[in-house]
């Protein structure tokens, strides 16, 4: 029971934190499930999923109702959207290919936690350094496409639903301020994290998990994305930055953690 209200506790407070700086819940949720020793990583891939597909689908909502200017481009959002469906599927694939190795399925939580440790190292150096880049304003369609792709391949292999290397990448070619590159990517996390759900689905990859374990982590997903929409509203982005800055230093030390528990 205790071990059930951590999980819970856990899926809460990180999706209210992935709403409000747009990372998804899962870039927490998915190594903390993992340091914990509760499940393997493919059951915790697929629940952080789920969890976070809930709360993209709740935030997303609530954040474009109470938008009130128009600087949301509807237009990069769906070749953004379409971009990460295909990169959601390619990498569920590239992740269900590696469990097909026995040598390589015990050590998938550790190639997750070192390719997340990696992305999420370099974010938090280009964070600490924002003032130093040179960003640019792309209008290619094909570009906007792939990055999509990209992201949603990151998002779907490491089942974190987004992470912070999506505003990083969505600041530099993209000149985005926090609060704007957090919408997009809850964009990106939602339609990722949906294609490689009926990906897992159509395959016959689903792992067999506790439907009651589902049921109660995608509703504190949902509860958590209602809070941080909530939040998100009231906090400028000087304040995500630092949220969204604190986060990456956790992740990191989490990550370090799971590459030794998993190899």
Known sequence: MIKL?????????????????????????????????????ASVSFLSGCTVLSMAAVSLYNNLKNRKNSDFDKISASILTLGSIAGGVLGKSAFQYILLFPAMKHRAGAIQAAILLVITAATLACELNK?????R?????????????????????????????????????????????????IFIILFSQAASLLYNILAGNVPHVSTDILVLM???????????????????????????????????VISIYNIFRYY
Request: one cysteine or more; a positive charge; glycine letters at 14%.
């Open 137 to 185: 304003t792309i209008t290619s369609k094909a570009v906007i496409f792939f990055t999509g792709c990209f992201l949603g391949v990151l998002s779907a292999f490491l089942g974190i639903g987004g992470g912070p290397v999506n505003l990083i990448v969505l600041f530099c070619l993209f000149s985005m301020k926090t609060k704007e590159a957090a919408l997009y990517s």
């Open 131 to 135: 003032d130093k880049i040179v960003t």
């Open 5 to 41: 209200f951590m999980i819970l506790l856990i899926c809460f407070f990180s999706s209210a934190a992935g709403s409000i700086c747009g990372i998804g819940g899962g870039v927490i949720i998915k190594p903390a499930l993992d340091a914990s020793g509760i499940m393997d990583a």
């Open 218 to 252: 995608s509703g504190c997903g949902i509860l958590g994305g209602l809070a941080g929409s909530a939040v998100s509203r009231k906090t400028d982005n000087r304040t995500v930055d630092q949220l969204f800055t604190g986060l990456m230093t956790v992740i990191i």
